[in-house]
T-cell receptor, first 118, second 112 residues
Framework: GAVVSQHPSRVICKSGTSVKIECRSLDFQATTMFWYRQFPKQSLMLMATSNEGSKATYEQGVEKDKFLINHASLTLSTLTVTSAHPEDSSFYIC??????????????FGPGTRLTVT | SQQGEEDPQALSIQEGENATMNCSYKTSINNLQWYRQNSGRGLVHLILIRSNEREKHSGRLRVTLDTSKKSSSLLITASRAADTASYFCATVLDNYGQNFVFGPGTRLSVLP
């Protein structure tokens, strides 16, 4: 149980284009999903918290107009990197929290999406 | 600076040896969690220890928490080559798990 999937697993796009990454909770409902960014050999940095049916909360320094987050259902959140540039190349990881365990429980992580912008 | 900081940053041991990784943090926490990440992959949850707990075990894993020193340790006993990965601690600052902060991680290499 508690599986989170991400699609695609790898994507290469040209500079200036937009890329959408999907995060799905497969066997549970998630009122809250989180998006992280990880540079090589570094830790995960929280980008934003996504709550179903409401606007995402972005961390300081993360451009909300560049990283569009939509959490339209209890099992799906999407991250769209708009007008991507090479510096946006990174490993993007989502996580989800089971709505049945709202307090301080573990987060279930997706396998990550490797974005390369050429 | 980061809430959680792992020590050491990299650790190389022989198969069969024990591996100990430490995590220090700065503010009060609700719980602390350890995760493993294989190269280029997602995170796997290992263990969660709450602020009122001092020690937890799970298979070959042993986690301790010292809230007075704001530190935690992860011990992997009888290590295997398959344990090679990066290990992260994550501190959860509130009851709702919204403030979830990862440390920089320890890269563990277990040599056969």
């Amino acid at each position: 149980g508690a599986v989170v999937s991400q699609h695609p697993s790898r994507v290469i796009c040209k500079s200036g284009t937009s890329v959408k990454i999907e995060c799905r909770s497969l066997d549970f409902q998630a009122t809250t999903m989180f998006w992280y960014r990880q540079f090589p050999k570094q830790s995960l940095m929280l980008m934003a918290t996504s709550n179903e049916g409401s606007k995402a909360t972005y961390e300081q320094g993360v451009e909300k107009d560049k990283f569009l987050i939509n959490h339209a259902s209890l099992t799906l959140s999407t991250l769209t990197v708009t007008s991507a540039h090479p510096e946006d190349s990174s490993f993007y990881i989502c996580s989800a929290r089971d709505r049945r365990w709202p307090q301080g429980h573990e987060q279930y992580f997706g396998p990550g999406t490797r974005l390369t912008v050429t | 600076s980061q809430q959680g900081e792992e020590d050491p940053q990299a650790l190389s041991i022989q198969e069969g040896e024990n591996a100990t990784m430490n995590c220090s943090y700065k503010t009060s926490i609700n719980n602390l969690q350890w995760y493993r990440q294989n190269s280029g992959r997602g995170l796997v949850h290992l263990i969660l220890i709450r602020s009122n707990e001092r020690e937890k075990h799970s298979g070959r894993l042993r986690v301790t928490l010292d809230t007075s020193k704001k530190s935690s340790s992860l011990l992997i006993t009888a290590s295997r080559a398959a344990d090679t990965a990066s290990y992260f601690c994550a501190t959860v600052l509130d009851n709702y798990g919204q403030n979830f902060v990862f440390g920089p991680g320890t890269r563990l290499s277990v040599l056969p």
